[in-house]
């Protein structure tokens, strides 16, 4: 069965702290991942995506994410995080033949703190 | 990027009546629409597949009569909520696929928040 795995329900950090929000995934056939974030009472923004080519992907304010086909991981990091990215992060996979469904993990919960 | 937007933004409704819930892309033609219904602090569950032209898809457990969804052009999916009652009270969110982009990606509207009384 497919599936993904966000391990960390809650990850607190102070600001200005690096961080990392774990995603795993199991799946036998291909794979796109995505991360997206979601503010309180609001829809979903794209932080970044894999689909092919190199496994280090760079996103919007300041988030990256690394592709590890190996260990089925597409963790997101941040070096130096602040107040504002205080928000819900979601990973996302879409499995080759799955209709271009998104199935998501449960969600990390990131608070910055001062 | 990709703008998707939802109408209305929250809504609150009496036990019984229906509620619309239109979803539209403003700056693409979008085949293919997804909804999602988000229950507090848990992931989103997709509810169904939104295909222009043609009978929604609907994941298991969905009752499609419950909730309807109709396709009707390139740019706006509805989902009609009807018969409402209080456990359908939820935060519903609508994604679209923008086949001008890159394989399989989804950009979301800001969701919609029904409240059934």
């Known amino acids: 069965a497919q599936s993904v795995t966000q391990l960390d329900s809650q990850v607190p950090v102070f600001e200005e702290a690096p961080v990392e929000l774990r995603c795993n995934y199991s799946?036998?056939?291909?794979?796109?991942l995505f991360w997206y974030v979601q503010y309180p009472n609001q829809g979903l923004q794209l932080l970044l995506k894999?689909?092919?080519?190199?496994?280090l992907v760079k996103g919007i304010n300041g988030f990256e994410a690394e592709f590890n086909k190996s260990q089925t991981s597409f963790h997101l990091r941040k070096p130096s995080v602040h107040i504002s990215d205080t928000a819900e992060y979601f990973c996302a996979v879409t499995f080759t033949g799955g209709g271009n469904k998104l199935t998501f993990g449960t969600g990390t919960q990131l608070k910055v703190e001062l | 990027g990709a703008v998707v937007s939802q109408h209305p933004s929250r809504v609150i409704c009496k036990s019984g009546t229906s509620v619309k819930i239109e979803c539209r892309s403003l700056?693409?033609?979008?085949?293919?629409m997804f909804w999602y219904r988000q229950f507090p602090k848990q992931s989103l569950m997709l509810m169904a597949t939104s295909n222009e032209g043609s009978k929604a898809t609907y994941e298991q457990g969905v009752e499609k009569d419950k909730f309807l969804i109709n396709h009707a052009s390139l740019t706006l999916s509805t989902l009609t909520v009807t018969s409402a009652h209080p456990e359908d009270s939820s935060f519903y969110i609508c994604s679209a696929r923008d086949p001008g982009t890159s394989t399989d990606t989804q950009y979301f509207g800001p969701g919609t928040r029904l409240t059934v009384l």
């Open positions: 799946s036998s056939v291909s794979v796109y």
């Open positions: 894999y689909l092919s080519g190199s496994t």
């Open positions: 700056d693409f033609q979008a085949t293919t």
